[in-house]
């Protein structure tokens, strides 16, 4: 009879075995695609340290300092636009190469997925949707085809043209101190830590913290969806359905009725959207205070072209002034400033190795890849003025795979067209109220504010004066 000491070493001995089978399995599969590609290395950053520790401990003091996206783009000056750093022992691939980021959105889509680090990470708070689903080809990506199937008929162009919920608002002329507004970032600071820790996620400081910020978050969202889904037993009609109000919750629990599943797609969709539109506009009109002559431009033609009547969805469309200077400030302050995915299986990228960083590079299963939208958006395809608020740029800019601030491919934003009509009615409006503006920051160039989503650090401080 075998002793406990023997069973232990004969399981321990066949887990070693299985993890040797398993890496020189993946060795040989990554040497012959290797060769059959004929792959080259993408340049490693000098500076990552033993196990990247360097790396982390410097981005941490990068965004404490509100340079992190500052230092990234010169990195990839430095490195190139294809370039491999490590981290608390892990290989990151980091790219802003068009060609690299068509492949993994949209080309080779089916070969990276939004990474399992990611998962674990802000799962626990949102539940499994939309945002969360990792998969997105073959079997495994079903779940996240059935939800975004759910919610696109939400964001249909009827939903979009419904523009009069924007208004019945008051001018407010007075100053408003935001800094207690900024502290509710705090909770999103917490999720992005997390997935930026990726697999060591559980050594976030603030874990309880984050246990009870979730609990908190998901009651408070029950309370919601368990309305909605009264509403639906009893038979009574939704808001829409009567004639009223397009209420997003009550016509997405006409098709999902289980309450978990529904609290959690709603809170995916809240996340994905959490103030994208308003630092959007904030930032707009950040840059517009310090550009008088764009705000003049864009002033004269939305009074030439509506007046001070109410701006209806085509009368948007129409501006295309309008169009360029939110196409420029999502270009140079994109919403969501980096992103990433995790190679399902080993594979290639179309650029990144060898001297020129033209040759293709090998990515082994199991990668990080991060596509940096800021440091993209930055590149010499713009211009030597690459880093200059310049609307009129977009006259003949044609950007393709060189612009995503909605991202690409088949996971591109649903909301896109809802978010930039929303954001146009806003400014329409305002620019009609108002005839000009003025910059009362003292601190000019902008600063940098990076949890989930970009913001200014010093916010949006003008003085607007009534028409």
């Known amino acids: 009879m075998l002793s406990l000491t023997n069973i232990l070493l004969i399981l321990l001995s066949a887990g070693v075995v299985h993890l ?20 080259e290395e993408p340049p490693r950053d000098p500076n990552s340290g033993i196990f990247g520790i360097n790396f982390y401990r410097d981005m941490a003091k990068h965004k404490r300092e509100r340079v992190f996206l500052e230092k990234s783009l010169e990195r990839y000056e430095q490195l190139g636009d294809t370039h491999v750093a490590d981290m608390f022992g892990r290989t990151y691939l980091d790219t802003r190469d068009p060609e690299n980021i068509k492949a993994i959105l949209s080309t080779q889509f089916e070969q990276f997925s939004l990474g399992m680090d990611r998962a674990h990470a ?3 708070m949102l539940g499994e949707g939309i945002f969360t689903h990792v998969y997105g080809g ?5 779940p996240w085809r059935h939800s975004r199937a759910v919610l696109r008929p939400q964001f249909v162009r009827q939903q979009i043209q419904d523009l009069g919920k924007l208004e019945g608002y008051e001018v407010l002329c007075r100053d408003l101190h935001i800094q207690n507004l900024l502290r509710n970032i705090g909770n999103a600071e917490i999720c992005i830590l997390r997935i930026l820790l990726g697999n060591l996620y559980f050594l976030q400081k603030d874990s309880r913290e984050f246990k009870r910020i979730s609990q908190f978050v998901q009651t408070y969202i029950d309370s919601f969806t368990q309305r909605a889904l009264r509403l639906h037993a009893a038979g009574k009609p939704t808001s829409f359905d009567a004639g009223g109000s397009y209420v997003f919750l009550e016509e997405i629990s006409k098709s999902i009725k289980d309450p978990v599943r529904l609290r959690s797609e709603l809170l995916n969709i809240l996340l994905a959207g959490r103030d994208t539109t308003a630092s959007l506009l904030a930032i707009c009109f950040h840059q517009l205070a310090r550009h008088k002559d764009v705000w003049n431009k864009l002033r004269k033609e939305i009074m030439d072209n509506i007046g001070n009547r109410l701006p209806t969805y085509e009368d948007i469309k129409s501006l295309k002034y309008l169009q360029y200077v939110l196409n420029e400030t999502l270009r140079l302050y994109p919403v969501v400033p980096w992103n990433g995915r995790e190679a399902v299986v080993t594979t290639t990228l179309p650029r990144g190795g060898g001297p020129d960083g033209k040759s293709k590079i090998l990515v082994k299963k199991g990668t990080f890849v991060i596509y940096a939208t ?16 310049r609307p009129s740029r977009w006259e003949t800019l044609r950007p393709g795979w060189n612009y995503i601030p909605f991202n690409g491919g088949p996971r591109i934003c649903l909301g896109q067209q809802y978010a930039l009509i929303e954001a146009s009615y806003v400014v329409i409006r305002l620019l009609q109220t108002f005839k000009d503006i003025e910059n009362r920051d003292p601190i000019l160039p902008f600063i940098e504010y990076t949890t989930l989503t970009l913001s200014s650090a010093t916010g949006t401080k003008v003085a607007l004066t009534p028409a």
């Not at 040797?20 to 792959?39: D, F, P, Q």
């Not at 993209?376 to 880093?387: I, M």
Request: zero cysteines; aromatic letters at 16%; proline letters at 5%.
């Open 20 to 39: 040797g089978y398993r890496y020189v399995r993946s060795y040989v599969e990554a040497e012959r695609i290797r060769k059959l590609e004929k792959t």
């Open 122 to 124: 802000i799962t626990p």
């Open 138 to 142: 073959g079997p495994e990506g079903e």
């Open 374 to 389: 800021w440091s993209l958006h930055r590149s010499k395809f713009y211009g030597e003025d690459a880093n200059e608020f």
